[in-house]
């Protein structure tokens, strides 16, 4: 038979009138002011609001701080920054205002002790995608990361995801094409031959001797909105990414799907230098991302090691790579 758990099976218990409170009463002996107090790893359901209003339970781990102004304090009152996380989890959505009030209360709790906080939510976005050309769906996740940070006043709200595609490297396929060339003309040495003929060659393992190689590639993508977003703009800064380069991969895959991608790689060779440029100039024609950070990362099936490239906007006291 299970007991009640509030009644810690049948014990009493008793609970002190007045309970210390080492915080507020302890003298500190090692003094100072600390840039951040608070906790790491929290884990705790969320529900967020995408930009068709819809909303997906998310499970975050959450780190959240505020700064210790008071030099002489013990410390801060880590059970009021998680209460309040707690309470937006129980009857809150996720909005970027919503972060902006979360923020004003760590604050306004640690009233002569904090002017700025900072939270950071970690979680997978789950997207049921199509496949290229069956129709068939399945589910990709998108790891995606949520700064905001509130300083004296001034609020800053931050998005990351990172999105994962193919990479076809440039040089091997000339390289391969050379290897085709060269195939071709010793198979038919200049002599006369039919369309039909070289159609059924280039069908066979001698006439393709060689392929180019690609890799399982990874964009992070990093901005930084504008003050007149609230609704977070996930699956639309996924969509700008993935549209952008082209070869996202895939989740439900039938063979004229696989066909498909690998025409897609075909006409979408890429260093890992074009990936970045490429969506340089995609996030550039999007007038409400303030700031940006992109950072390639290409895991080179040729290479043991990896290749990157990493660029930012620019602006003053912006992103820096």
């Known amino acids: 038979m299970f007991k009640d758990p509030d009644n810690h099976g049948g014990v009493a218990q008793r609970m002190p009138t007045t309970m210390p409170d080492i915080a507020s009463n302890v003298k500190n002996?090692?003094?100072g002011t600390l840039d951040w107090v608070g906790m790491s790893e929290i884990e705790m359901p969320l529900v967020l609001v995408d930009e068709q209003g819809q909303q997906h339970t998310v499970g975050a781990r959450i780190d959240a701080f505020v700064n210790l102004t008071?030099?002489?304090?013990?410390?801060?009152?880590?059970?009021?920054?998680?209460?309040?996380?707690?309470?937006?989890?129980?009857?809150?959505e996720i909005t970027v205002a919503a972060l902006r009030g979360l923020l004003d209360r760590f604050v306004e709790t640690h009233e002569d002790l904090s002017t700025a906080a900072k939270i950071s939510l970690r979680f997978d976005y789950h997207v049921r995608r199509p496949s290229l050309i069956s129709g068939k769906l399945g589910w990709k996740a998108y790891p995606i990361t949520i700064d905001a940070e509130l300083n004296e006043g001034h609020f800053n709200c931050d998005l990351k995801v990172d999105v994962t595609y193919s990479s076809t490297c440039p040089c091997s396929a000339a390289l391969a094409r050379q290897l085709i060339q060269e195939a071709f003309r010793a198979r038919f040495n200049g002599g006369e031959i039919s369309s039909q003929e070289v159609a059924e060659w280039l069908g066979t393992t001698d006439g393709?001797?060689?392929?180019?190689?690609s890799q399982r590639s990874i964009a992070e993508v990093q901005v930084r909105l504008g003050g007149s977003d609230d609704t977070l703009p996930i699956l639309g800064l996924i969509n700008a990414i993935e549209g952008s380069l082209k070869t996202p991969v895939q989740a439900a895959v039938k063979r004229e799907d696989e066909q498909e991608f690998a025409r897609l790689n075909g006409q979408n060779l890429m260093f890992c230098e074009d990936a970045a440029r490429i969506l340089q100039q995609e996030l550039n024609s999007h007038e409400h991302i303030v700031d940006y950070r992109i950072r390639i990362n290409h895991y080179?099936?040729?290479?043991?090691?990896?290749?990157v490239s990493i660029t930012t906007k620019g602006i003053p006291n912006g992103f820096r790579a």
């Open 70 to 92: 008071d030099a002489q304090a013990k410390g801060i009152h880590m059970s009021r920054l998680y209460l309040a996380i707690e309470e937006l989890s129980a009857a809150g």
């Open 29 to 31: 002996q090692n003094h």
């Open 208 to 213: 393709i001797v060689a392929t180019p190689h």
């Open 300 to 307: 080179e099936s040729l290479h043991a090691h990896d290749a």
